[in-house]
């Protein structure tokens, strides 16, 4: 049964940083893009990074540009958000989701149960 | 940026009664819509994709319908596990993908 799990969520004061993890199982884990999406308490889902199968496409949200920093390690089946200069509104469930194809086509597949981040002093 | 408006924000409906929910787009995404449904601390379930196509494992009285700029998601027959909270998303603007703000399926 296919599943992502999240990980490294927690507490952070504002400009600090903190990585946060997605492992995949029970598919072919190399064989398809990969994506951050957040959603603020009590809000909508906010699209946040996306990288292709092989790791030779990224891409980012504005909002998050130039802080964030998605990547994979397709021998461990992990993905990775890497945030720095965090704000207190990047305070959200993130989710890691599975896209339909391998470079990306934005069908949002497969979801995993999400980690909390929260940014406060 | 597209914007996606769906509407209405509340739907109160009993069991058994017809949903329908809209997703309008500020600009053409073709077909490239999908319906997620997310219930109370769960994550997103994909329910439709290409605006029609019913996802994996998801029961035939969840239909879309749609193109261009006006969506919509129909449930035909409300069961006591459909009430929740559905959102749409485009991703005809690749990689720039975007949801709409979400209607609260409550039960009446």
């Known amino acids: 049964q296919e599943q992502l799990v999240e990980s490294g969520g927690g507490v952070v004061q504002p400009g600090r940083s903190l990585r946060l993890s997605c492992a995949g199982s029970?598919?072919?884990?190399?064989?398809?893009?990969l994506h951050w999406v957040r959603q603020a308490p009590g809000k909508g889902l906010e699209w946040v990074a996306l990288m292709s199968y092989d790791g030779t496409n990224e891409n980012y949200t504005d909002s998050v540009k130039g802080r964030f920093t998605i990547s994979r390690d397709n021998s461990r089946n992990t993905l990775y958000l890497q945030m720095n200069s965090l704000r207190p509104e990047d305070t959200a469930v993130y989710y890691c989701a599975r896209d339909f194809d391998a470079s990306g086509s934005g069908r949002l597949w497969s979801w995993g149960q999400g980690t909390l981040v929260t940014v406060s002093s | 940026e597209i914007v996606l408006t769906q509407s209405p924000a509340t739907l109160s409906l009993s069991p058994g009664e017809r949903a329908t929910l809209s997703c309008r787009a500020s600009?053409?995404?073709?077909?490239?819509l999908a319906w997620f449904q997310q219930k109370p601390a769960q994550a997103p379930r994909l329910l439709i994709y290409?605006?029609?196509s019913r996802a994996t494992g998801i029961p035939a009285r969840f239909s879309g319908s749609g193109s261009g700029t006006d969506f919509t998601l129909t449930i035909s027959s409300l069961e006591p596990e459909d009430f929740a909270v559905y959102y749409c998303q485009q991703y005809n603007d690749w990689p720039r993908l975007t949801f709409g703000g979400g209607t609260k399926v409550e039960i009446k």
């Open positions: 029970g598919f072919i884990f190399s064989n398809y893009a």
């Open positions: 600009h053409s995404v073709s077909s490239y």
């Open positions: 290409d605006a029609s």
